[in-house]
Nanobody, 115 residues
Framework: QVQLVESGGGLVQAGGSLGLSCVVS????????MGWYRQTPGKERELVGIITSVGKTTYATAVKGRFTISKDLSKNTLYLQMNSLKPEDTAVYYC?????????WGQGTQVTVSS
């Protein structure tokens, strides 16, 4: 059974950094794209960025140049390094794995950036 578990969220001051991890039980799989998303109350979940099966990354405009997505297939882990954090980055962050048959989501981890 595939499960995604995020960790690393917390409280950080504006301008600070935070790293998130997403461990995939059952394995990421070499053919699957992965992504990070975030959601704030009352708003739709939005894309933060994705990393394709071949390692190509794409980022939302709001985080480009500040956030970096990476993955380690040997550890079945997806990462999100967040630098120069802003209060507007406050959200619940989710990881997602897209397979040929369906997509999987983690339970989310809260990131709060204080001003």
């Amino acid at each position: 059974q595939v499960q995604l578990v995020e960790s690393g969220g917390g409280l950080v001051q504006a301008g600070g950094s935070l790293g998130l991890s997403c461990v995939v039980s059952g394995g990421i799989g070499s053919m699957n794209d992965m992504g990070w998303y975030r959601q704030t109350p009352g708003k739709e979940r939005e894309l933060v960025g994705i990393i394709t099966s071949v390692g190509k990354t794409t980022y939302a405009t709001a985080v480009k140049g500040r956030f970096t997505i990476s993955k380690d297939l040997s550890k079945n882990t997806l990462y999100l390094q967040m630098n120069s954090l802003k209060p507007e980055d406050t959200a619940v962050y989710y990881c997602r794995m897209l397979t040929m048959s369906r997509d999987y989501w983690g339970q989310g981890t809260q990131v709060t950036v204080s001003s």
